[in-house]
């Protein structure tokens, strides 16, 4: 009764309800809460002290940054969850809350499409952690041809004109207009009539529903802003009993990664992708590492492969 009693205190204070509100919806740094809530620096700090040692609150590391996001109590759970279902009509500032929160989400893609809009056709001369022959191969192996193959994170379109010569049909899709653009002209300077480039995000894929044979992620996973949504986005362009294949980088602790690279996840661990894949709609998931980079940080490169359900 105590722990009931102390939850309802500090839900309360309209401050910390709204922090809440936002918490529930997406992991945000004090500086987000910040630029959404207009409120200080110190009294953000406290409300989120307050709440994580409520157990409302958890906190995660992301390089420089500290990441919150929200956590209900066991003790309390029904009593937030109808708070918080109520909050968006009695808080008079909800609207704007959730306005601010849209804008701060869509400034952080446009840093990531920044990103590689500078590095549009200079990919075969730059080093780019993850991307091996190697690994590659094992991947390429493992398809079965003629498929129609969504290229998700595509860049400069390297995988997907590889791809073509063999699928039915390829879907190439990046988030930088100036990629697209890079790679769709290759496609047409090459004559190559079966390889579709299209703007769009790893998180709202401008594909049909169920259209395609294999999605697939070559060391892009790591740049969604939610990787789990952005597999059910594939899981949703696939077919019945459709693949997806994720490349990406084992998990690791380089955090110049993000700056450098502009990684948002440091990679993920076999148990992590197993899990966002199943959480995802997918079956049967088939993971292994197939390559390690020979030079310092030896990056390495993970392979899981799993099916629609």
């Given at each position: 009764?105590?722990?009931?009693?102390?939850?309802?205190?500090?839900?309360?204070?309209?401050?910390?309800?709204?922090?809440?509100?936002?918490?529930?919806?997406?992991?945000?740094?004090?500086?987000?809460?910040?630029?959404?809530?207009?409120?200080?620096?110190?009294?953000?700090?406290?409300?989120?002290?307050?709440?994580?040692?409520?157990?409302?609150?958890?906190?995660?590391?992301?390089?420089?940054?500290?990441?919150?996001?929200?956590?209900?109590?066991?003790?309390?759970?029904?009593?937030?969850?109808?708070?918080?279902?109520?909050?968006?009509?009695?808080?008079?500032?909800?609207?704007?809350?959730?306005?601010?929160?849209?804008?701060?989400?869509?400034?952080?893609?446009?840093?990531?499409?920044?990103?590689?809009?500078?590095?549009?056709?200079?990919?075969?001369?730059?080093?780019?952690?993850?991307?091996?022959?190697?690994?590659?191969?094992?991947?390429?192996?493992?398809?079965?041809p003629p498929l129609v193959i969504?290229?998700?994170?595509?860049?400069?379109?390297?995988?997907?004109?590889?791809?073509?010569?063999?699928?039915?049909?390829?879907?190439?899709?990046?988030?930088?207009?100036?990629?697209?653009?890079?790679?769709?002209?290759?496609?047409?300077?090459?004559?190559?009539?079966?390889?579709?480039?299209?703007?769009?995000?790893?998180?709202?894929?401008?594909?049909?529903?169920?259209?395609?044979?294999?999605?697939?992620?070559?060391?892009?996973?790591?740049?969604?802003?939610?990787?789990?949504?952005?597999?059910?986005?594939?899981?949703?362009?696939?077919?019945?009993?459709?693949?997806?294949?994720?490349?990406?980088?084992?998990?690791?602790?380089?955090?110049?990664?993000r700056e450098l690279y502009a990684?948002?996840?440091?990679?993920?661990?076999?148990v992590e992708i197993i899990a966002?894949?199943?959480?995802?709609?997918?079956?049967?998931?088939?993971?292994?590492?197939?390559?390690?980079?020979?030079?310092?940080?030896?990056?390495?490169?993970?392979?899981?492969?799993?099916?629609?359900?």
């Amino acid at each position: 009764m105590a722990g009931l009693l102390k939850a309802l205190r500090l839900l309360a204070d309209e401050g910390r309800l709204r922090i809440l509100r936002l918490l529930e919806k997406e992991e945000l740094s004090v500086a987000e809460l910040q630029e959404i809530l207009g409120m200080g620096q110190s009294r953000i700090s406290m409300q989120l002290s307050q709440l994580k040692q409520a157990g409302f609150v958890e906190v995660r590391r992301a390089g420089q940054k500290s990441l919150y996001r929200f956590h209900t109590p066991p003790a309390a759970k029904s009593i937030v969850a109808a708070m918080l279902r109520h909050s968006s009509e009695e808080i008079r500032d909800a609207p704007a809350d959730d306005e601010a929160l849209r804008l701060i989400l869509r400034k952080r893609k446009d840093k990531l499409r920044s990103y590689f809009d500078e590095l549009a056709g200079k990919f075969g001369r730059h080093y780019v952690p993850g991307r091996s022959w190697q690994g590659l191969a094992e991947t390429l192996l493992r398809l079965l041809p003629p498929l129609v193959i969504a290229d998700l994170g595509a860049g400069e379109g390297t995988l997907s004109l590889m791809l073509a010569r063999g699928a039915k049909q390829v879907i190439a899709v990046d988030n930088s207009e100036k990629m697209v653009e890079y790679g769709a002209g290759i496609a047409k300077r090459n004559r190559v009539k079966n390889l579709d480039y299209r703007l769009g995000d790893l998180e709202e894929l401008p594909i049909a529903s169920g259209s395609v044979d294999l999605a697939l992620f070559h060391q892009s996973l790591h740049h969604a802003l939610h990787p789990e949504k952005a597999l059910r986005e594939a899981a949703r362009v696939l077919r019945p009993g459709g693949r997806v294949a994720v490349l990406d980088l084992l998990k690791h602790g380089i955090e110049q990664a993000r700056e450098l690279y502009a990684h948002v996840w440091l990679g993920f661990s076999q148990v992590e992708i197993i899990a966002l894949l199943r959480r995802a709609g997918f079956e049967s998931p088939d993971v292994s590492i197939v390559h390690r980079e020979e030079e310092a940080p030896h990056f390495e490169t993970l392979l899981a492969i799993a099916s629609k359900r």
